[in-house]
């Protein structure tokens, strides 16, 4: 209640500015996406030896989420859930996409299955009100052309179509690896580097992105940045080489938040602040067994690869001079999947009939008009779900890379009951109540859940995309 007194001066200037904007032009998109980024990595999540004074003040001048999710701990899984407002299984990346690689007399190439390109995604759903549109970074959604940005809505491609490790191993390229294509640069549909010098990518694909703001300040648009860092291997650009004491993952980070305050410039240069709501988040959790190279996610339990939180809870921070109130903290559930109904309400854009979303609007919580979440229910897979405060693990083998102290044997825990967390009291995840009688019907409520999820998706869920047709 508190929290609503305090916003709601601000709340009535928004929606003035709000409603005179909507009269003249749908608002721009900006979402940026870091690859591996924690939940502790930025200082407004409590960083510790590294800056983060950009990605600071959006959360200042706007908006910071404290329990934000991406549906999936690894990078494609979250990043056809972002592009879509499905869950992974629903739409048939649940893992990692990788290039082929040389076999027999087979040589290396592009992969063979991608997002399929009947999905519509947040690009599309703005193209249909003439957004410009453009995916400047890490694709990962299929490196094939079938499945290439320009495929899926976006106007104009430039980066790297995987992860920067796949063909490099320990960052050295001199143990390049043989079998793995070389390391494609594109622009659009074609490859005009390959190998390319991975200390600029964060620069250069910085530079793409102001020049795509200046281009369009006439036009609606959606620009897509999911950056290559700060996935392993690390690379930075000699100004930011020590500038932080955590190392290079500390230096990293920073020429991340340089390259969100040239935006938040070229944003306010080119007089669109009030028109532009910028969001800056991460992937998945962070690589833990990369040890220095890895973020971090205190307090949160474990990170990437796992379905604890410090896999799938991110941070998030976001900004829109006028829409959303400054300072507002939004400690409610919303995910990546969200923001493909939320982009679509506030361009005036009509979603897809003929297919389920697992997305929901949440810009009247995002804006301040209502003090909770719509989303109540998030499932981080279809035996892992999470509602209000309360998480359940279904019985079953899960992924550990920090081995809890219970039990745990080549990186997987194997939970002969569910497992019952109070995320309100314990983030870490540190007890399970499932011992406790008291909470007998609600995990039998929440086990449910999962069921029927995972029933639903018998019939529900659609296929991956093949560059052929799947063998008889
Ligand atoms: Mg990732």
Same mark, same amino acid.
């Given at each position: 209640?508190?929290r609503?007194?305090?916003? $709601?001066?601000?709340?009535?200037a928004? /929606?003035?500015?709000?409603?005179?904007? %909507?009269?003249?032009?749908?608002?721009?998109?900006?979402l940026?996406?870091?690859d591996?980024?924690?939940?502790? #990595?930025?200082?407004?999540?409590?960083a510790k030896?590294f800056?983060t004074?950009n990605?600071?003040?959006?959360?200042?001048e706007?908006a910071k989420l404290?329990?934000f999710?991406?549906?999936?701990?690894?990078?494609?899984?979250?990043?056809?859930?972002l592009?879509?407002?499905?869950?992974?299984?629903?739409?048939?990346?649940?893992g990692?996409?990788f290039?082929?690689?040389?076999k027999d007399?087979q040589?290396?190439g592009?992969g063979t299955?991608?997002?399929?390109?009947?999905?519509?995604?947040?690009?599309?759903?703005l193209?249909? !009100?003439?957004?410009?549109t453009a995916?400047?970074?890490?694709?990962?959604?299929?490196?094939?052309?079938?499945?290439?940005?320009?495929?899926q809505?976006?106007?104009?491609?430039?980066?790297?179509?995987y992860?920067n490790? &796949?063909g490099?191993?320990?960052?050295?390229?001199?143990?390049?690896?043989?079998?793995?294509p070389?390391i494609?640069?594109?622009?659009?549909?074609?490859?005009?580097? *390959?190998?390319?010098?991975?200390?600029?990518?964060t620069?250069?694909?910085t530079?793409?992105?102001?020049q795509?703001?200046?281009?369009?300040?006439?036009?609606?648009?959606?620009?897509?940045?999911?950056?290559? &860092?700060p996935?392993v291997?690390?690379?930075?650009?000699?100004?930011?080489?020590?500038?932080?004491?955590?190392?290079?993952?500390?230096?990293?980070?920073?020429?991340? #938040?340089?390259?969100?305050g040239?935006i938040?410039?070229?944003i306010?240069?080119?007089?669109?602040?009030?028109?532009?709501?910028?969001?800056? *988040?991460?992937?998945?959790?962070?690589?833990?067994?990369?040890?220095?190279?890895?973020?971090?996610?205190?307090?949160l339990?474990d990170?990437?690869f796992?379905?604890?939180?410090?896999g799938?809870?991110?941070?998030?921070?976001m900004?829109?001079p006028?829409?959303?109130p400054p300072g507002?903290?939004?400690?409610?559930i919303?995910?990546?999947i969200?923001?493909?109904?939320?982009f679509?309400?506030?361009a005036?854009?009509?979603?897809p009939?003929?297919? =389920?979303?697992?997305g &929901?609007d949440?810009?009247?919580?995002? +804006?301040g008009r209502?003090?909770?979440s719509?989303?109540? *229910?998030f499932?981080?897979?279809?035996?892992?779900?999470?509602?209000?405060?309360?998480? $359940?693990m279904?019985?079953? !083998?899960y992924k550990?890379?920090?081995?809890?102290?219970?039990?745990?044997?080549?990186?997987?825990?194997d939970y002969?009951?569910?497992?019952?967390?109070?995320?309100?009291? #314990?983030?870490?995840e540190?007890? +399970? /109540?499932?011992?406790?009688?008291?909470?007998? %019907?609600?995990?039998k409520?929440? +086990? =449910?859940?999962c069921? #029927?999820?995972?029933?639903a998706?018998k019939t529900e869920?659609r296929p991956?995309?093949?560059?052929m047709?799947?063998?008889?």
């Amino acid at each position: 209640m508190r929290r609503r007194l305090i916003i $709601l001066p601000c709340l009535l200037a928004g /929606l003035t500015l709000f409603s005179q904007a %909507e009269e003249t032009r749908p608002p721009n998109f900006i979402l940026i996406f870091a690859d591996d980024l924690g939940y502790a #990595d930025l200082g407004c999540f409590g960083a510790k030896d590294f800056e983060t004074p950009n990605l600071d003040r959006m959360a200042k001048e706007g908006a910071k989420l404290t329990n934000f999710y991406v549906p999936a701990s690894v990078c494609s899984a979250s990043r056809a859930a972002l592009l879509t407002g499905c869950y992974p299984d629903r739409v048939g990346i649940t893992g990692v996409l990788f290039p082929t690689r040389a076999k027999d007399d087979q040589p290396a190439g592009p992969g063979t299955t991608g997002l399929n390109p009947d999905e519509i995604t947040i690009a599309e759903t703005l193209k249909t !009100k003439d957004y410009a549109t453009a995916c400047i970074g890490k694709w990962h959604l299929g490196d094939d052309t079938a499945f290439l940005p320009t495929k899926q809505g976006f106007d104009e491609y430039f980066g790297i179509p995987y992860s920067n490790d &796949m063909g490099w191993w320990r960052g050295k390229p001199k143990d390049f690896k043989k079998d793995f294509p070389p390391i494609p640069l594109l622009e659009d549909e074609s490859i005009i580097e *390959t190998n390319p010098d991975q200390r600029y990518l964060t620069r250069r694909y910085t530079e793409r992105a102001v020049q795509f703001i200046r281009q369009h300040r006439e036009d609606p648009f959606f620009l897509y940045l999911p950056h290559t &860092m700060p996935h392993v291997p690390l690379f930075v650009s000699e100004p930011f080489s020590g500038s932080a004491d955590y190392g290079l993952y500390g230096d990293v980070i920073e020429e991340l #938040d340089w390259s969100m305050g040239v935006i938040l410039n070229a944003i306010a240069e080119a007089g669109l602040d009030e028109n532009t709501w910028v969001i800056f *988040t991460s992937d998945n959790g962070p690589w833990l067994s990369m040890g220095a190279h890895g973020g971090h996610a205190d307090p949160l339990r474990d990170g990437k690869f796992t379905r604890f939180e410090g896999g799938h809870r991110v941070p998030c921070v976001m900004r829109w001079p006028g829409h959303i109130p400054p300072g507002l903290v939004l400690d409610d559930i919303v995910s990546t999947i969200d923001f493909l109904p939320t982009f679509a309400g506030l361009a005036g854009a009509s979603l897809p009939e003929d297919r =389920k979303i697992d997305g &929901m609007d949440v810009w009247p919580y995002l +804006s301040g008009r209502v003090a909770s979440s719509p989303r109540d *229910t998030f499932f981080y897979s279809p035996w892992v779900v999470r509602s209000s405060k309360w998480k $359940l693990m279904m019985p079953g !083998k899960y992924k550990e890379i920090y081995p809890a102290p219970e039990k745990s044997t080549n990186g997987m825990v194997d939970y002969s009951h569910p497992q019952l967390y109070n995320l309100a009291s #314990d983030p870490g995840e540190t007890t +399970s /109540l499932h011992q406790e009688s008291k909470y007998a %019907e609600l995990i039998k409520t929440m +086990s =449910k859940l999962c069921t #029927d999820y995972q029933e639903a998706l018998k019939t529900e869920a659609r296929p991956v995309g093949h560059v052929m047709p799947p063998a008889d």
